[in-house]
Every structure is written in C-alpha cells, then in structure tokens.
C-alpha cells in the first residue's frame, strides 16, 4: 500500500500489487482513497461513475484544484478519470500533492498533480481475462491481448476490451459502461522511446440524485430513500429513464523521448481528450401560456411533461508539450521547453416534451423538441475556452556521487480565455460575451539529499496556480466581477526511511492561497464557480508501512490539517465574518490503517478511513460530521496449469458495517440559514442551491476471476 520514492517532494503512490487486490471495477477514484492527503467521496461501487467533480481534498483544496494526467496527458478531471481507463491497464497512480515539475502540462496543479502511468505491453504474445459479479447486480467482463514483440521490431502492443453492467444502489435505474484500451510502446538502443495510450469509452448511467441535509436524514432516520423512482409519474418527473447521462469520450497521450547525441536530447508529447454527451433531467409541466410550440408550429396542451437537457456538444483539449535538454558536464541538465494547449467547451440546454412512457427523447429529435412562435428553439447556447502557451526552463544538479540532488525551474503561462453565451427568447437572440487575458509566473525549487541508502530529506517549494473552466465564467452578483485565478505558494519539508523492515514518509506543508475557487453545484451536471478569499492551509502527513513479517505487513497514515480563511466574504451588499474560520472542506485529521496478510496463495486485505468533521458553508452554518468506511479482501491465486499462466480469484467488500454516512459535498454554499452580515442586516437564507452530499453506498460485495494467458 505504500511505495519506495526518492523524488525532492512528496509522492504518494500505489502500484499494481495493490491494485491487483482490488476489486477490478474500480476506478483511479477508488484506488487512492487511502493515500494520507486525499480524502475521496465515490457515487458506487460499480465503477461506472466515479465522483462528482470537487468532491475529493487535498490538504484544504479539491481535486478540481488537481491536474490528473494519464501517461503525461490531461483528462477532464477526477470525475470523468474513471472513464479513461480500466483498472488492469493501471500499472501505477502517483499523488503529488505539493504540485508537479515545471515541464508537465499542468494549467490546474493548486492541488497538486495525479499521474497515472499506464500498463507496459509484454514482449511476448499474451492475454489476461476476469469476470466479475456482486451486489446491485453488477456484472464486468474484461479481456485483453497484447502482440509481444512484433516480428522482432522491438514494437510492443495491447488491446483491452471491457462492458459493466450494475443497477443504481440507490432507488431504481441502470448504469452501463464500455471501455477500450490500446498502448503501444517501443524502446531503442540508444536510449530513446515513445509510450502511446488510447482509449474510448461510452457511459450510460442514471443521473445521481445528491441529498440535502434534510434529505440525508430523512434516509438515515426513518429507511426513505432519494433515488429515483422506477415508475413513470406525469406530475413529478423523478423517473430513472428522463434522468439520464450518456456520454462517449477519447483519450490519446505518446510521451516520446528522443535521445540525438550524447549531449542532447529531445521530450516530445503530444495529448488529445475529446468528449460528447447529454443528461437529460425532468422540469415539470408545460403549459400553452408558456408559449411553447412543436415542430408543427402546434401549441403543446396543457400539464405536458417536458424533459430539460445538458448537452455537451463539444469538450476538447488538445496540445504538447516539447522540451530540448542538455547535459552539461558531469553535473547539470538544462531543460528549456515549450507548452502548448487549446482548450474548447460547447454546451446547450435545449427543451423538449417527455416520451410518453417517461423516457427522455434524444436532444436532437425534432418530434419532441419545443420552439417558440418565432421558430427559434427554446434553448441556451454556451461556448468558452482558453488557449493556452508557456516558456519553461529547468536545471536539474546532482553533486556528491548523487546523493544530492537540486532541481530549478520556471514556468511561465500566458492564457487567453472566452466565454460566449446566448439564450433564445420569444423575442429572439440575447447573450453575454466575456473574455480575459491572465499570466502567472510559477517559480520551483526542489533539493533532495541521501544522507545514506535508507534516510533523505527534502524541502520543495513551487508556485502554482488555477484558472476558472471557461464554462464556469460567470459575474458574482456580490462582487459585480469575474472569478480571478487561484494562485498558491507551497512549501514543503520532508523526511524518508526506507530500511530492511519498515518504510516511513513524513512531509511539513504550508500553502498560502490567495483567491481560493470554490465550486457550487446547480443541477443536472451543472455548477458555478467563485471566488471565497485567501486561506491558509499548513499540517503534516506522516505514512508508514512494514515489511512482511510472517505473511503480515502494516500500512497507517495520519493527516493533520489547519486550514483557515483569512478574509471575509462579500454577501448581499455587505460581507459575512469568515477571517480566521476554519476552511470549509477541510477536515482536521484524517486517518488511514491497512493491514495484509500471505500465505502461499492466499492473501487478505483490509483498510479503514477515517476523517474528522467539515464545514460544508463558508458561514459555518452547516457541518458535515466525521465518518469511518472500509473494506475487505479475501483471494488466492491458483497455480499454474496447463496454458493458464496463473489465475486468482477475490472476494472485495465494502462498508462492511453498512454505515449510513455522508462521505462528501458537491460544492459549498456561503449559508445555509439567515446570518448576520457585517453591516448589521440579515441576510437571506440559501433555498435555491442548498448543500447536496454524497453518502456511501450500501455494503457490496463482489467475486471475481481472473485469468492470465
């Protein structure tokens, strides 16, 4: 559960040995709910869908603040990683909470960077299978075939294959996924390579319901649920099938490495993310006072059910990052490289009537789609995003037979970023256009020393920076402006022993945040973002693990956090109290304990997380108590036989306490209730957008088979 590292920061990483005792369902999100500085809430236990965007921390912040990057290409975010890549082509995920190098293409690393390395195709012809069954009626076949060396090219290959099937846990409704996975990868002899990873996927998932407080207790108390209901009710639209997501998504990245002299060599890689879909979500009843016509130019009748979309025409990022290094002398490498990336997001809210047995229609088809007399569809049209270049340069110094190692560098971004947004009327087009241009300079320093093969200390220190998704941009009504970039200055100090019987990683942080971005979600995948004033977050992460020792080995991680706000927040006029109060999302101690045991072919894993109580509004009227979650692993791997190489088979529990908990918030609120704002006057109580939560799922348990070729 824990990995040797030697890097002059902090890394906090899982390998595929850990992964192989897992559940083969579940996703990037899953895997790294143990690692001291994340605290992750997850929607299931299928894997299908991973997490809501900014609901996992890191050390006072959220992985919206985090750039997650698969084979050095970045995906959309942490709710959508889970969709780029199956477990079994993982071969390691890395956890830089203090931030990353200068070179990787990181626009959002406030939070730190995740780096997902993928599997290494074999260099000879194999194939690894597994079957899956388990609780809420989830199904998962997976297969894979690599080429091994093709016809002595030194070329290697994969392909993957895998289909999930699981019904919501939740109220009714039916979550689906497909996932392909193609690497190849090559080395030479004069030491250049080139990795490429590709991937599609396709989602079909129910739209997750997230609980109010008062909701959340309503389960809790009395068994009545919020999910989704399985039958069709004109008057209430809560049906599974008109709360839909579909959404089809591509990923390539091929880092490539160049070696052209002795001197000099070249870092090239180029990276593509491309996504599609909807989510459809029902929005009462229509009537012809709402002037409302079909296709036909027909008046819809009265009390007609209407289905609302988010469609998203269009999610595209595409750029490199290029980089000339060389070695100078027997000491130094200099590194001056280029990055480039271009980011663009279309969206629409389109309107249409309900099917008639409930289901939502296709956003595009005619039949159902609603117009106004003017023949304009009843829609909204949104269209953001930046375009992005920065300079960096870096040297990397190593001295006494290097055991002391110092990196420098420097990064310079520039961006230019829109925001175009129009809305049909019966009155015909109006919109808003936005645009800013930004630059931040992002300094880092990084000095590691081997004092002997089993002790190091480290101490980095980096700037970096977040700026608003394009899509979000939006003027606060209490500050009349748009969102700034996040900036955060981050030290760190850190001590590690790695000896014959024991592993330790202890890490010092302080971040000084200026213009902290908070995310609020809306509905129906819909959020916004602000900006919630300057914060301090400083604590200390400590992981330890054990050697083996008559088949047991010991994993623990403690994380202390102070996070504090350090202005106070502009509400209706006038501004709410908020400097020197505890962060919101930003639980105090968190806690992480893993046990495993082996022997011969059996193996059993357990892990426990536990995090102490958070606020979820930034007027601290609203907290979200502390909570435990765990898991078991029960497995043994069959011997070879025959043409089977090696099989194993698992059992994987979850919550086996079945706790009724709430594990996360899909945004904050400034209040929840009236508070007394600094002018004297009170405000208004937030009934519009109310804090939603994320509870964990029911105990689940699930079999699974896997077999290597």
């Given at each position: 559960?824990?990995k ?11 390998g595929?040995q ?33 997490a809501?965007?900014?609901?996992a ?5 959220t ?11 970045p ?13 079994e ?13 200068v070179?990787?293409p990181?626009s ?42 093709i ?5 290697r ?10 019904r ?17 990868e ?24 997230y ?24 008057s209430?639209?809560?049906f ?31 990276y593509?993310y ?9 929005a009462?009843?229509g009537?012809?006072?709402?002037g409302?016509?079909?296709?036909s ?10 289905t609302?979309?988010?469609?998203q ?6 750029g490199?990052t ?70 960096f340069?870096k ?15 420097f990064?310079f971004?520039?961006t230019?970023?829109w925001?175009?947004?129009r ?14 241009n ?27 920076f ?37 592993s330790?990683d202890?890490?010092?942080f302080n ?17 916004v ?35 504090t ?16 109060h ?20 059996f ?20 907290k ?44 904050v ?25 994320l ?15």
């Amino acid at each position: 559960m824990m990995k040797n590292e030697t890097a002059p920061y902090t890394v906090q990483s899982v390998g595929r040995q850990f992964i192989d005792m897992k559940a083969p369902q579940n996703s990037v999100v899953d895997l790294v709910r143990n690692l001291p500085s994340m605290n992750v809430a997850t929607e299931n236990t299928s894997g299908v869908t991973g997490a809501a965007t900014g609901t996992a921390e890191i050390r006072g912040l959220t992985d919206a603040d985090m750039t997650i990057l698969v084979n050095g290409g970045p995906t959309a975010g942490f709710g959508y990683v889970n969709e780029t890549i199956d477990s079994e082509d993982i071969d390691t995920i890395s956890v830089m909470p203090g931030g990353g190098a200068v070179e990787l293409p990181a626009s959002t690393s406030a939070g730190g960077v995740m780096k997902v390395v993928t599997h290494t195709p074999s260099e000879h012809f194999a194939a690894k299978t597994d079957f899956s069954y388990g609780t809420n009626n989830m199904s998962r076949e997976f297969a894979r075939v690599e080429t091994g060396n093709i016809k002595n090219s030194g070329v290697r290959s994969y392909m993957s294959f895998s289909n999930t099937h699981a019904r919501s846990w939740m109220g009714a409704g039916i979550n689906s996924r497909y996932n392909v996975d193609i690497g190849v990868e090559k080395n030479f002899s004069n030491g250049s390579w080139f990795k490429l990873f590709g991937s599609w996927d396709r989602t079909d998932a129910m739209e997750s319901v997230y609980p109010t407080a008062a909701q959340f207790y309503t389960y809790k108390h009395t068994g009545t649920g919020y999910g989704r209901s399985g039958a069709f009710d004109p008057s209430n639209n809560n049906f599974w099938k008109d709360n839909i997501t579909h959404w089809d998504q591509f990923t390539f990245s091929s880092p490539t490495h160049i070696v052209l002299s002795p001197i000099f060599s070249l870092d090239f890689n180029p990276y593509l993310y491309s996504g599609m879909g909807y989510t459809t979500g029902g929005a009462g009843l229509g009537y012809a006072s709402d002037g409302y016509v079909t296709s036909s130019g027909a008046s819809i009748a009265d009390n007609s059910p209407l289905t609302g979309y988010f469609k998203q025409n269009n999610w595209l990022d595409i750029g490199t990052t290029i980089a000339v290094n060389a070695r100078l002398g027997s000491h130094h490498t200099i590194s001056l490289g280029y990055w480039f990336d271009h980011n663009d997001q279309t969206y629409s809210l389109p309107m249409s009537l309900t099917r008639a047995d409930g289901s939502a229609a296709n956003p595009d088809n005619r039949n159902y789609k609603l117009y106004y007399p003017n023949g304009l569809p009843v829609n909204e049209y949104t269209h953001g995003g930046y375009e992005l270049n920065a300079i960096f340069i870096k040297d990397s110094a190593k001295y006494l037979h290097d055991r002391l190692t110092i990196d420098g560098g420097f990064k310079f971004v520039m961006t230019r970023y829109w925001y175009h947004d129009r809305y049909s009327t019966s009155d015909g087009w109006q919109g808003t256009n936005l645009g800013l241009n930004s630059t931040a300079p992002l300094p880092q320093l990084s000095i590691g020393y081997k004092i002997n093969p089993a002790h190091q200390i480290y101490f980095n220190a980096e700037g970096d920076f977040r700026q608003p998704s394009p899509t979000n941009l939006s003027v606060n009504p209490d500050t009349n402006k748009l969102p700034n970039n996040q900036y955060v200055i981050k030290e760190e100090l850190g001590y590690r022993y790695q000896g014959s019987l024991a592993s330790v990683d202890l890490s010092l942080f302080n971040y000084s945040i200026t213009n902290r971005l908070l995310t609020t979600y809306v509905a129906d995948g819909q959020s916004v973002t602000m900006n919630a004033g300057n914060q301090t977050s400083r604590g200390v992460d400590i992981m330890v693990s054990g050697r083996p020792i008559y088949g047991f080995s010991l994993y623990a991680s403690v994380e202390y956090l102070d996070a504090t706000q350090d202005s106070n927040i502009p509400l209706e006029g006038s501004y709410i109290q908020t400097k020197g109060h505890r962060a919101v999302m930003a639980p105090k101690v968190m806690a992480n304990f893993g046990l495993t045991y082996r022997y011969k072919g059996f193996f059993v894993n357990g892990t426990i997380h536990y995090a102490s109580s958070q606020y979820t509004t930034l007027a601290r009227d609203e907290k979200m108590p502390g909570y435990v979650t765990d898991t078991l692993t029960l497995g043994y791997k069959i011997p070879p036989f025959m043409f089977v190489k090696g099989s194993t088979f698992t059992l994987n529990f979850t919550n086996l306490t079945g706790s009724i908990i709430r594990t996360g918030v899909t945004g904050v609120t400034t209040n929840a209730a009236q508070v007394r704002l600094m002018n004297g006057q009170m405000s208004s109580a937030d009934t519009v957008s109310p804090n939603t939560y994320l509870v964990e799922p029911r105990f689940s348990m699930t079999g699974s088979l896997s077999i290597d070729l």
